[in-house]
């Protein structure tokens, strides 16, 4: 149950993050990336333990950088921390003991993290979407371009006004 939970709820937020343009953003997919890998440390704080914080923050930290990798060069990566971090949830009881964590959280968490990757990457195949790839896209020249006549309009008013 906990699997088919995660999977519903990750194509629930997916598609409702393209329905009202949330993740029109490229900041939105490392976001959920860095969200997703900060529940462990959240589960090691209430299981008390200061050995299995500092594991599960190390942990954290690995994919919280590839998040910000994702962000500021190549979207892909974000899908690859979300993936990895499903990989992750699936050998996590047996790679660190972490009594805070619910029984059946590595299951609803592992399906919520791989949807959410096939989404995000279902989004570019099958979408007129820019490549994941940052890039000085038209897109962004053309709002350069925006920008650029709104000063040339302030600046001809300036020079028709005399100043």
């Known amino acids: ?15 409702l993050a393209t329905a009202v343009r ?14 997703v890998a900060s529940y462990y440390v959240l589960f090691a704080a209430m299981g008390g333990s200061t050995r299995t914080l500092i594991l599960e923050s190390l942990a954290m930290g690995a994919f919280v950088g590839v998040a910000v990798l994702g962000f500021r060069f190549d979207l892909r990566l974000a899908a690859i921390a979300l993936a990895a971090h499903g990989v992750f ?11 805070g964590v619910p029984p059946w ?3 609803f968490c592992g399906s919520y993290d791989v949807v959410a ?11 007129r979407a820019a490549s994941p790839r940052f890039s000085f896209s038209l897109r962004q ?5 925006d920008q650029l006549r709104r000063v040339d309009r302030f600046r001809q008013v300036d020079l028709e006004a005399g100043t």
């Open 141 to 145: 020249a053309g709002d350069c371009g």
């Open 89 to 99: 949830d699936a050998v996590h009881p047996q790679l660190i003991a972490n009594a």
């Open 105 to 107: 959280w590595p299951a």
């Open 22 to 35: 949330l993740d029109r953003d490229r900041a939105f997919y490392p976001v959920v990336a860095i969200v």
């Open 117 to 127: 990757a096939a989404y995000l990457v279902a989004l570019w195949r099958f979408s």
């Open 1 to 15: 149950m906990a699997y088919l939970i995660g999977l519903v709820l990750a194509l629930g937020v997916g598609v």
